[in-house]
Nanobody, 128 residues
Framework: QVQVLESGGGLVQTGGSLRLSCTVS????????MGWFRQAPGKDRELVSH????????YYLDSVKGRFTISRDNAKKTLYLQMDSLKPEDTAMYYC?????????????????????WGQGTQVTVSS
């Protein structure tokens, strides 16, 4: 049974930092692309960042470039998102996604809600 579990969310002031973690079990972690998505109330879910299976390629949403850093530890089957210089507009539920397609990418094969395993989300709230 595949399990995807996020942690690390919370309430932080503008300019603060949080580190999100996502642990995965029940599948081959090191052969899969992974990503972080977020969804604010009344808005669509958006892709914040993704990393390929070998950690050689990463992508960031323009609004988080230079502030967020995605990384993965294949030995620990864990994905991270270091979030610095947080802004109120970063407030959202953050979801970890694991691509169902081996060696796929969130640039193509992993796109679409049905293409990933999802966690339950962790809430990030940034106060002004």
């Amino acid at each position: 049974q595949v399990q995807v579990l996020e942690s690390g969310g919370g309430l932080v002031q503008t300019g603060g930092s949080l580190r999100l973690s996502c642990t995965v079990s029940g599948l081959s972690f090191d052969a899969r692309a992974m990503g972080w998505f977020r969804q604010a109330p009344g808005k669509d879910r958006e892709l914040v960042s993704h990393i390929n299976w070998g950690a050689s390629n990463t992508y960031y949403l323009d609004s988080v470039k230079g502030r967020f850093t995605i990384s993965r530890d294949n030995a620990k089957k864990t994905l991270y998102l270091q979030m610095d210089s947080l802004k109120p507009e970063d407030t959202a539920m953050y979801y970890c996604a694991v691509c169902r397609v081996l060696y796929g990418s969130y640039s193509n094969l992993c796109r679409g809600l049905s293409a990933s395993y999802w966690g339950q989300g962790t809430q990030v709230t940034v106060s002004s």
